[in-house]
């Protein structure tokens, strides 16, 4: 039996978020459970998986943006492009969330599994709120709204220098894209908001637990934190 939990994964660009959820993955494939990543379908079929595609899984691993409709000009145009207003951007976010949660979080966590997704909320009330919108602002945004209203139950925040993760970044392939988010003085910026005490209330007085995992270091050495500060969270929810 699956007791229903939903953890959500954030941090700065390069700060190792996918490594955290594909370590989770790893665990739960040796451990025998079924898992479903509902990014790979996306990208596979042009469309968000239906509950029928994933009913069988114990753990629904997601992400933000997702990977078509809005989700998809997000990736591909509004990120990429510094013209767009800042505002305009923060929307296509919230409505793209919106979808996500009506489609995907809130009828995976009724029907009781383990929802694992990176990025979310807790990225637009950090990268907007630092690109300059009024928190506020961000907190009205109807999908924004929608999405604290079913606020996780862990906030994993990635915790890695942000010179290091621009060494990172600047080592992927296909990351030239010249992202402003990807620049170390937003990068510092970033930083200190996900540390900041009245970013952590957000989530702290909704009832997530907020769980700092480092990701210095090799990546063994991730898998080994993940390993012991985040999977014995996840692994006690299968009984």
Partial sequence: ?????????????????????????????????????????????????????????????????????????????????????????????????????????????????????????????????????????ILNLPGNRLALSRAPDYLVIAEISPGVALKRLSGRSGKQDDSYFERLPFLEKLASRYGAPEYRKIFESRGTKIIDLSTEGELGDTENRVRESLWPIVAAKIV
């Fill in 1 to 137: 039996m699956v007791k229903r939990m939903f953890v959500m994964v954030d941090g700065i660009d390069g700060s190792g978020k996918g490594a955290i959820v594909r370590f989770l993955a790893k665990m739960a494939a040796d451990a025998a459970w079924r898992f479903f990543d509902v990014a790979e379908f996306t990208k596979q079929t042009g469309s968000l998986p239906k509950p029928n595609d994933w009913n069988s899984a114990k753990l629904i691993i997601t992400t933000e943006p997702t990977y078509c409709w809005i989700g998809a000009a997000i990736r591909e145009e509004l990120v990429r492009n510094p013209d767009y207003d800042a505002l305009t951007v923060a929307e296509a976010f919230a409505a793209d969330r919106e979808i996500h949660y009506r489609k995907i979080i809130e009828p995976a966590i009724r029907a009781g599994k383990i929802v694992v997704s990176e990025r979310g909320i807790a990225s637009s009330l950090a990268y907007q709120v630092a690109a300059g919108i009024p928190e506020e602002t």
